[in-house]
């Protein structure tokens, strides 16, 4: 059951939204945030620097609701950096991501908290996601169906995320602000979603709602990477860090995943897990970037048959890592 017993200051639940030039549909998003049925929350919005009519937007959004605090930074600081930036501003025991051009069910926050607030072992709580086209028609389910409670140990929780994940609306799930805290938050890399999503993964549980509580707007058409996966990349990498996006321009998607699966690989190494689960938690990262992102294993194909043949499978099994 949840308490709104939060004062004005620190209110239960923050919602942060980061936006850029996002006129088109943000009256919407903002609207459908204001409309959830929980009082308890703060709204902050992070202005990069946008160029259109966003400001007016938000300002006449902020003089209606008091809930409301925004900022705009001088200058487009990138979408990671704006996303950490509201973040660092909120003070709820909850926190929440949204897309400043998506569209939430009045009672998803509430639900959300409801699960957290009944299973201390979830550190964060989502529901399943609709993809919804530019008038907000329904297109069809997305397949995320992670939910990994009852899950105890920390390696299984993340082979388990990292074997399932394929898109991350999950990261804009309610996160514990507590656990969100002792994350590297969301890193300058391709895919920081993924990674974050993974680091939390060893904090805590992922709970599910199985009906669609998340619009998620397909409002670009680059987003599809099956159609044009050099566009893809490149509007993916401007939108992440345009300061940096010159370093990134050039490199191969396998490139740029081959850098993600590294720091997957670096967050093992640093994570509270027995050697023996690390060994099996880097196996399984490695064989899954190669089967699904095309990035060749570290030592080339001489490691790969050492430890995907049979008897190398045999072995592991022996000294209980597979």
């Given at each position: 059951?949840?308490?709104?017993?939060?004062?004005?200051?620190?209110?239960?639940?923050?919602?942060?939204?980061?936006?850029?030039?996002?006129?088109?549909?943000?009256?919407q998003t903002l609207d459908s945030l204001r409309n959830q049925?929980?009082?308890?929350?703060?709204?902050?919005?992070?202005?990069?620097?946008?160029?259109?009519?966003?400001?007016?937007?938000?300002?006449?959004?902020?003089?209606?609701?008091?809930?409301?605090?925004?900022?705009?930074?001088?200058?487009?600081?990138?979408?990671?950096?704006?996303?950490?930036?509201?973040?660092?501003?909120?003070?709820?025991?909850?926190?929440?991501?949204?897309?400043?051009?998506?569209?939430?069910?009045?009672?998803?926050?509430?639900?959300?908290?409801?699960?957290?607030?009944?299973?201390?072992?979830?550190?964060?709580?989502?529901?399943?996601?609709?993809?919804?086209?530019?008038?907000?028609?329904?297109?069809?389910?997305?397949?995320?169906?992670?939910?990994?409670?009852?899950?105890?140990?920390?390696?299984e929780r993340y082979l388990n995320l990292i074997r399932n994940?394929?898109?991350?609306?999950?990261?804009?799930?309610?996160?514990?602000?507590?656990?969100?805290?002792?994350?590297?938050?969301?890193?300058?890399?391709?895919?920081?979603?993924?990674?974050?999503?993974?680091?939390?993964?060893?904090?805590?549980?992922?709970?599910?709602?199985?009906?669609?509580?998340?619009?998620?707007?397909?409002?670009?058409?680059?987003?599809?990477?099956?159609?044009?996966?050099?566009?893809?990349?490149?509007?993916?990498?401007?939108?992440?860090?345009?300061?940096?996006?010159?370093?990134?321009?050039?490199?191969?998607?396998?490139?740029?995943?081959?850098s993600l699966r590294n720091e997957h690989l670096r967050l093992?190494?640093?994570?509270?897990?027995?050697?023996?689960?690390?060994?099996?938690?880097?196996?399984?990262?490695?064989?899954?970037?190669?089967?699904?992102?095309?990035?060749?294993?570290?030592?080339?194909?001489?490691?790969?048959?050492?430890?995907?043949?049979?008897?190398?499978?045999?072995?592991?099994?022996?000294?209980?890592?597979?």
């Amino acid at each position: 059951m949840i308490s709104e017993s939060k004062t004005d200051k620190q209110p239960l639940v923050s919602i942060g939204l980061p936006v850029y030039n996002g006129e088109q549909f943000l009256d919407q998003t903002l609207d459908s945030l204001r409309n959830q049925d929980l009082s308890s929350l703060e709204l902050i919005i992070s202005d990069n620097g946008s160029t259109d009519r966003t400001p007016m937007i938000c300002q006449d959004h902020q003089a209606d609701d008091r809930r409301i605090r925004y900022y705009r930074n001088t200058a487009n600081l990138g979408a990671i950096k704006n996303f950490n930036r509201a973040f660092e501003l909120a003070c709820g025991t909850y926190f929440m991501w949204a897309g400043d051009h998506d569209l939430w069910d009045q009672s998803y926050v509430t639900k959300c908290i409801s699960i957290l607030e009944d299973d201390p072992t979830a550190v964060l709580a989502y529901s399943r996601t609709m993809l919804v086209d530019i008038e907000g028609n329904p297109i069809g389910l997305m397949p995320d169906q992670i939910d990994t409670r009852g899950i105890t140990s920390p390696s299984e929780r993340y082979l388990n995320l990292i074997r399932n994940l394929r898109w991350g609306n999950m990261v804009y799930g309610v996160i514990r602000s507590e656990a969100l805290k002792q994350t590297g938050l969301l890193k300058n890399v391709f895919g920081p979603d993924h990674l974050l999503l993974a680091e939390l993964s060893l904090k805590g549980t992922f709970a599910q709602i199985s009906e669609p509580l998340f619009f998620r707007r397909r409002n670009r058409p680059t987003e599809d990477v099956d159609r044009d996966a050099e566009a893809w990349k490149l509007q993916a990498i401007k939108t992440l860090d345009p300061g940096d996006s010159h370093n990134w321009r050039e490199a191969t998607l396998s490139d740029l995943y081959r850098s993600l699966r590294n720091e997957h690989l670096r967050l093992i190494r640093s994570c509270s897990s027995s050697r023996r689960e690390k060994l099996k938690m880097v196996l399984e990262t490695l064989k899954w970037y190669d089967s699904d992102f095309g990035v060749g294993w570290p030592g080339g194909p001489l490691l790969q048959r050492l430890c995907t043949n049979r008897f190398s499978d045999s072995l592991l099994t022996r000294i209980g890592v597979s």
